[in-house]
Nanobody, 123 residues
Framework: QVQLVESGGGLVQAGGSLRLSCAASSRTFSSYTMGWFRQAPGKEREFVAYISLTGASTNYADSVKGRFTISRDNAKNTVSLQMNSLKPEDTAVYYC????????????????WGQGTQVTVSS
């Protein structure tokens, strides 16, 4: 069982930056691919980014590529999402997720989820 707790959401103007963090309670954190997903009102949950077990590999949705950076610290059991050049269309609840094993871009592939943190980007 893995518990995930996100933090760092908030309200920011377009063009601004936010850094989301996710703390995991697991003795085997390095066994999990970590991902970030988001869900806007009335829309399905969508993939944002994932990072591999060691952090050597990352993958991003086209909509955030070049603006967002995912990173992890296996010694501290944390994963972060640095979000720059934010746009109003980035407004959503952002979720941290853990998948035991290899990388995946689909929400159904992830075993554990955080409660989500709201990100609102004003124009």
């Amino acid at each position: 069982q893995v518990q995930l707790v996100e933090s760092g959401g908030g309200l920011v103007q377009a063009g601004g930056s936010l850094r989301l963090s996710c703390a995991a309670s697991s003795r085997t954190f390095s066994s999990y691919t970590m991902g970030w997903f988001r869900q806007a009102p009335g829309k399905e949950r969508e993939f944002v980014a994932y990072i591999s077990l060691t952090g050597a590999s990352t993958n991003y949705a086209d909509s955030v590529k070049g603006r967002f950076t995912i990173s992890r610290d296996n010694a501290k059991n944390t994963v972060s999402l640095q979000m720059n050049s934010l746009k109003p269309e980035d407004t959503a609840v952002y979720y941290c997720a853990a998948r035991f094993g290899g990388a995946a871009r689909t929400a159904v592939a992830y075993n554990y989820w955080g409660q989500g943190t709201q990100v609102t980007v004003s124009s």
